[in-house]
């Protein structure tokens, strides 16, 4: 029976690998993913490399090394992410060769710290795309409104862009806006659309660890694990009426590529749901779900891929629906998410920086 991660690609959802490290890359696992399982790209965070390198001795020569030349724990732990990132670059090229610069790509992250300034996620995604210095690499920005114009601006200067950290409809259809508005930009520029890459990751079973415990004594208890299903159906429906658009046609016929949505937080938090659930839920042509190691794994051992998108829209309006008659406003827990998970965000880079200045402490003497 054909692996159900390769299913997924044929059905026009590409896998994507919610992770990174040094030693996936070296020791060939990233290359064997690729082969054997059609993983088609990377995604990689604050808290994911504060696992890496805090959690293995893998960079602690580089630390040493980087330690000795003067710098700061913040530019030591862009050095080695850079260096990371390159590496699976390179392993993906052929992906991102084959698929016409569709997938094969790799993000790392501004610094979560920059959530509220514009003006400065641009200058250090700018940077990180000149550091990384290759064509399949992709930046990630946090889709927050005070960001809403750095996409447009890196879009616009011919960066592939990975919006994260979005959690409702509204913020996501803005995101449509600030990518459609940075490629405009850039045509009028008379500069080429084709080639340039972005994803918006909306974040699901997020949605769903909020609302459950709110549901409790409001004789709503049959929404239980289905809210995160209907917002990203929503989500998935505002990306189909964006392409039904004479804006929209205008783009490709000058070779703009579509913006597809990435399910992101795709792993069961619940134990009462089971652990492809989210990922079963959201199967659907032009997107991409970005899944940890436990749920790719559990993917693979016992997915069953089946585009099932069409039939959460049509049930996805009653249950919000059903949500608000229940007392509960999901645009409150969708603006809750989206600042605690800039701050969850901000406080892994800083706990990452923490762990590099200790290490670069403790390494020094040896």
């Excluded at 990630?140 to 862009?161: D, H, Q, R």
Aim: net charge negative.
């Amino acid at each position: 029976m054909t692996n159900p991660l390769v299913r997924l690609g044929r059905l026009g959802q590409s896998p994507w690998y919610d992770f990174i490290t040094r030693d996936l890359i070296a020791s060939g696992t990233l290359a064997r993913l690729i082969a054997e399982d059609g993983l088609l790209g990377m995604t990689s965070n604050p808290t994911i490399f504060e696992k890496a390198i805090a959690g293995s001795a893998d960079y602690d020569a580089d630390i040493r090394r980087l330690t000795a030349g003067g710098l700061e724990p913040a530019q030591v732990f862009e050095a080695l992410a850079v260096t990371d990132v390159q590496a699976a670059c390179d392993a993906f090229l052929p992906v991102y060769r084959a698929s016409g610069g569709r997938d094969g790509l790799v993000s790392l992250e501004v610094s979560p710290t920059l959530a509220d300034d514009a003006a400065g996620t641009v200058v250090e995604a700018r940077r990180l795309w000149a550091s990384l210095g290759r064509p399949n690499a992709m930046i990630k920005i946090p889709g927050t409104a005070a960001c809403l114009p750095a996409i447009t601006e890196c879009i616009a200067a011919g960066l592939n862009v990975n919006v994260t950290l979005l959690f409702s409809v509204d913020r996501y259809r803005q995101v449509i806006e600030a990518y459609c508005a940075g490629l405009e930009r850039r045509a009028a520029a008379g500069l080429p659309l084709a080639g340039i890459a972005s994803v918006a990751s909306f974040f699901v079973s997020r949605v769903d660890t909020r609302i459950d415990p709110m549901l409790e004594g409001r004789g709503a208890a049959d929404l239980r694990g289905t809210v995160a299903i209907a917002n990203a159906a929503l989500a998935y429906r505002a990306f189909q009426e964006s392409l039904a658009t004479p804006r929209w046609s205008t783009l490709a016929a000058r070779g703009a590529e579509r913006q597809r949505p990435l399910w992101a937080s795709t792993s069961t938090k619940d134990p009462k749901y089971p652990d492809v659930y989210y990922v079963e839920a959201l199967v659907a042509s032009d997107t991409v779900n970005t899944l940890p190691p436990d749920t790719y794994a559990a993917y693979r051992d016992h997915g069953s891929p089946e585009i099932r998108i069409e039939a959460a829209i049509a049930s996805a309006a009653g249950r919000i629906a059903a949500l608000e008659r229940a007392g509960i406003s999901l645009a409150e827990v969708t603006d809750f998410l989206e600042t605690d998970g800039v701050a969850k965000f901000a406080a892994s880079y800083r706990s990452l920086l923490g762990g590099i200045e200790s290490k670069m402490g403790s390494l020094a003497g040896r």
